[in-house]
């Protein structure tokens, strides 16, 4: 994988991240959502703004890998684009001070490794 194919991988997967962390700050303005609510929530989805800027990211996210694909086999991509998990649960840490039991850190390092391993060229 080359520097620009990296980049690209990295956009891609900071543009996921993003938009996760949008999506979850504008979930926790909706509320929770049950029979009673669900078409007021999801109503409720087009007026909430950190929803529309998560989905947004999503989007340039996949155009982003898209672009990514034209230029490395999917056997890479793919693997590679796993690393949206591990931000995810940093940014839980980080920002929603969700905890990382030692069972899911094991897990994140076995992702990292296998990125590693996909990655890696002789």
Same mark, same amino acid.
Request: proline fraction near 2%; glycine fraction near 10%.
């Given at each position: 994988?080359?520097?620009?194919?990296?980049?690209?991988?990295?956009?891609?997967?900071?543009?996921?991240?993003?938009?996760?962390?949008?999506?979850?700050?504008?979930?926790?303005?909706?509320?929770?959502?049950?029979?009673?609510?669900?078409?007021?929530?999801?109503?409720? #989805?087009?007026?909430? =703004?950190?929803? +529309? @800027?998560? &989905? $947004?990211?999503?989007?340039?996210?996949?155009?982003?890998? %898209? !672009?990514?694909?034209?230029?490395?086999?999917?056997?890479?991509?793919?693997?590679?684009?796993?690393?949206?998990?591990?931000?995810?649960?940093?940014?839980?840490?980080? #920002?929603?001070?969700? =905890?990382?039991? +030692? @069972?899911? &850190? $094991?897990?994140?390092?076995?992702?990292?490794?296998?990125? %590693? !391993?996909?990655?890696?060229?002789?």
């Amino acid at each position: 994988m080359s520097w620009q194919e990296f980049c690209l991988l990295l956009l891609s997967v900071s543009a996921s991240v993003t938009g996760q962390l949008f999506l979850k700050i504008g979930a926790g303005k909706l509320g929770r959502v049950d029979a009673t609510n669900a078409l007021q929530q999801i109503l409720g #989805i087009v007026t909430t =703004s950190e929803l +529309l @800027i998560g &989905l $947004a990211c999503y989007g340039v996210g996949a155009v982003v890998y %898209i !672009l990514l694909l034209t230029r490395v086999n999917l056997s890479v991509a793919g693997p590679s684009a796993s690393l949206v998990y591990v931000f995810s649960v940093l940014l839980g840490y980080f #920002i929603f001070k969700e =905890s990382i039991p +030692l @069972i899911r &850190l $094991a897990g994140l390092s076995l992702i990292v490794c296998g990125v %590693i !391993l996909v990655v890696w060229q002789k």
